[in-house]
């Protein structure tokens, strides 16, 4: 079985293989960092991204369901 989650990425994300309702399909049992694979976000920069799943801060492990929305910021730092 096939999940889709609707995804808010920033643009400079790959969002390749976002279709055009701006959701991405995986397989069952697809995790955030399945999301962050497929968004091709570099491993030392996933620590660095604020995950949201259903407006719930969500971890690297979480499991994704069919129709979860997936907000994917970016760490916001000043100097």
Do not use: W
Not at 21 to 27: A, E, H, M, N
Not at 66 to 75: A, E, K, N, P, R
């Amino acid at each position: 079985m096939r999940v889709r989650v609707k995804v808010y990425a920033p643009s400079f994300f790959n969002l390749s293989k976002m279709d055009e309702d701006g959701c991405f399909s995986f397989d069952e049992g697809a995790t955030v960092q399945h999301l962050y694979k497929a968004l091709k976000i570099p491993l030392p920069l996933r620590f660095l991204i604020n995950c949201y799943v259903n407006s719930q801060v969500a971890g690297l492990n979480q499991k994704l369901r069919d129709g979860d929305i997936v907000s994917v910021l970016g760490t916001i730092a000043g100097g």
